[in-house]
Every structure is written in C-alpha cells, then in structure tokens.
Nanobody, 115 residues
Framework: QVQLVESGGGLVQPGGSLRLSCAAS????????MGWYRQAPGKQRELVAT???????NNADSVKGRCTISRDNAKNTVYLQMSSLKPDDTAVYYC?????????WGQGTQVTVSS
C-alpha cells in the first residue's frame, strides 16, 4: 500500500518560512521522481517543484529563488523549504511521486500566508 504523508503546513506571516515534509512508504523511493504541487481555492493544481531520482530539480517560475526541494533517500522523505512567503502562496500543498506510469498523491497540507 502506497502512502505519501505530508506535514509541516500551517499559518505563517508574509515574509516567513516553512518546511514541508513528505514521508513515503510502499514504493522504492529512490527511483521515483518526487514533487510538490499546490492548489489554491478556485484554481487548478499547479507544479511547485520536482526532483528526479538523480537529483535534477525543476522549479516553477513563481517560486524560483524562494523554494528549495530536496530529498533524503535514506528516510524516504522529500522536503520543500519555502521562504519569503507571500499571500499568493496560500494553497493546499500536495506531495507527488511518479515512476514508469505510476503516479501517487498525498492528501495535502494546508499552507496559509496571512498577517
């Protein structure tokens, strides 16, 4: 049974930082491309960042310079370090794992940026 469990979301003031974590189980983690996506109210789910098994990173333009994705294969965990957060970053953040046609999602963690 595949599980992707996100944690680390919450309420943060504009300009603040958060680190999201996603713990994976039931997959051979180190071969998967892992990623973070987000969905704001009334909007489509969009890419935040992905990291391949080889460590290649792709960031959305909207978060470049503010978000860093990383992975710890020994812990089967992918992280998203976010800084200089803006109200527009408010969304549910989802963890994703992809490999060879397999595509798994976590349940999401809410990030709210507000004063």
């Amino acid at each position: 049974q595949v599980q992707l469990v996100e944690s680390g979301g919450g309420l943060v003031q504009p300009g603040g930082s958060l680190r999201l974590s996603c713990a994976a189980s039931g997959i051979i983690f180190n071969i998967y491309t892992m990623g973070w996506y987000r969905q704001a109210p009334g909007k489509q789910r969009e890419l935040v960042a992905t990291i391949t098994s080889g460590g290649f990173i792709n960031n959305a333009d909207s978060v470049k310079g503010r978000c860093t994705i990383s992975r710890d294969n020994a812990k089967n965990t992918v992280y998203l370090q976010m800084s200089s957060l803006k109200p527009d970053d408010t969304a549910v953040y989802y963890c994703n794992g992809k490999y060879s046609g397999r595509n798994y999602w976590g349940q999401g963690t809410q990030v709210t940026v507000s004063s």
